[in-house]
């Protein structure tokens, strides 16, 4: 991945122009279109808080990160901005910008609000998939004057479109060079199977916490990996939603989430205080 500079100790972070493309699209409405230099800049310091280069609670100076990068100041300023709109980024009056610290509470609270809102998601847009795919194969059945009995089997079945791209995420994570390209693809792939939930309220919601999502992963992995497990679920939950069972594409989901929270951050026993200290994405 290029480095657009080096620190003095001979060390840059990777400014990446096609992480996640879907996620880019989206935001700007065009497949494929060159990425502004805010967005890669947005880029560039995203995966490095990501992977790790840039640490919870370390400040992040604008003309620092300016020429690191070698851009203008205006650029970065914006690139804070869309960042600490996110989640992964504080804004102080006094001592400016840093890197956001998650503790355990905090990264409970953001799985806990998944987990009420994420399987209902991903189960409408099952059966919103399921239901268009029906009445696309019915009409071009009648429009051939096909018989009901001459329909070929798996007529009515989901769409394949959103799936197909759940599945190149997946493989994006798989071929993924670091936990922060890793966790991005994940949360691409969440994203696809909530996308079409029909209710555009609920997908900005889901979205919001998105980069929470990413950070709390690449921590929780640095303390114990476990990706591969997930790796294993993501497949079962995108098997459910291609198959149209819409109850168990939301059932996979909720147990995945509920999984992943319980292996790395347990609520504490009834009555007892939650953890006071903050993460560290120091390997053990």
Same mark, same amino acid.
């Given at each position: 991945?290029?480095?657009?500079?080096?620190?003095?100790?001979?060390?840059?972070?990777?400014?990446?122009?096609?992480?996640?493309?879907?996620?880019?699209?989206?935001?700007?409405?065009?497949?494929?279109?060159?990425?502004?230099?805010?967005?890669?800049?947005?880029?560039?310091?995203?995966?490095?808080?990501?992977?790790?280069?840039?640490?919870?609670?370390?400040?992040?100076?604008?003309?620092?990160?300016?020429?690191?990068?070698?851009?203008?100041?205006?650029?970065?300023?914006?690139?804070?901005?869309?960042?600490?709109?996110?989640?992964?980024?504080?804004?102080?009056?006094?001592?400016?910008?840093?890197?956001?610290?998650?503790?355990?509470?905090?990264?409970?609270?953001?799985?806990?609000?998944?987990?009420?809102?994420?399987?209902?998601?991903?189960?409408?847009?099952? #059966? !919103?998939?399921?239901?268009? +795919? %029906? /009445? *696309? $194969? @019915?009409?071009?059945? #009648? !429009?051939?004057?096909?018989? +009901? %009995? /001459? *329909? $070929? @089997?798996?007529?009515?079945?989901?769409?394949?479109?959103?799936?197909?791209?759940? $599945? @190149?995420?997946?493989?994006?994570?798989?071929?993924?060079?670091?936990?922060?390209?890793?966790?991005?693809?994940?949360?691409?792939?969440?994203?696809?199977?909530?996308?079409?939930?029909?209710?555009?309220?609920?997908?900005?919601?889901?979205?919001?916490?998105?980069?929470?999502?990413?950070?709390?992963?690449?921590?929780?992995?640095?303390?114990?990996?476990?990706?591969?497990?997930?790796?294993?679920?993501?497949?079962?939950?995108?098997?459910?939603?291609?198959?149209?069972?819409?109850?168990?594409?939301?059932?996979?989901?909720?147990?995945?989430?509920?999984?992943?929270?319980?292996?790395?951050?347990?609520?504490?026993?009834?009555?007892?205080?939650?953890?006071?200290?903050?993460?560290?994405?120091?390997?053990?």
């Amino acid at each position: 991945m290029p480095y657009a500079s080096e620190t003095a100790s001979g060390r840059g972070f990777p400014v990446s122009t096609s992480m996640i493309p879907p996620a880019r699209s989206f935001l700007n409405g065009s497949t494929g279109a060159a990425p502004s230099r805010t967005e890669a800049v947005l880029d560039a310091i995203k995966h490095a808080i990501l992977a790790g280069e840039l640490r919870p609670g370390q400040g992040l100076v604008e003309t620092e990160l300016a020429q690191l990068l070698g851009v203008s100041k205006t650029p970065v300023r914006e690139a804070l901005k869309t960042l600490a709109g996110a989640g992964l980024v504080t804004m102080s009056p006094y001592r400016g910008a840093a890197v956001r610290a998650i503790d355990p509470a905090s990264a409970a609270a953001i799985y806990d609000l998944r987990l009420l809102l994420e399987p209902e998601a991903v189960r409408r847009a099952v #059966q !919103a998939s399921t239901a268009q +795919a %029906g /009445g *696309v $194969q @019915a009409s071009t059945a #009648q !429009a051939g004057g096909v018989r +009901a %009995g /001459g *329909v $070929q @089997a798996g007529a009515g079945g989901p769409d394949e479109g959103a799936w197909t791209t759940a $599945q @190149a995420a997946l493989a994006v994570s798989d071929a993924a060079a670091d936990q922060a390209q890793r966790s991005l693809a994940n949360r691409e792939f969440h994203r696809t199977l909530y996308l079409a939930c029909g209710n555009s309220l609920l997908v900005k919601t889901l979205d919001d916490l998105r980069d929470q999502t990413a950070l709390v992963s690449v921590m929780s992995w640095e303390q114990g990996a476990s990706w591969q497990q997930e790796a294993a679920e993501h497949r079962a939950i995108l098997a459910a939603a291609r198959s149209g069972a819409a109850d168990e594409a939301a059932a996979l989901p909720h147990a995945h989430i509920a999984g992943f929270a319980g292996r790395h951050f347990p609520e504490p026993a009834r009555g007892a205080p939650a953890p006071a200290t903050e993460w560290s994405t120091d390997a053990d």
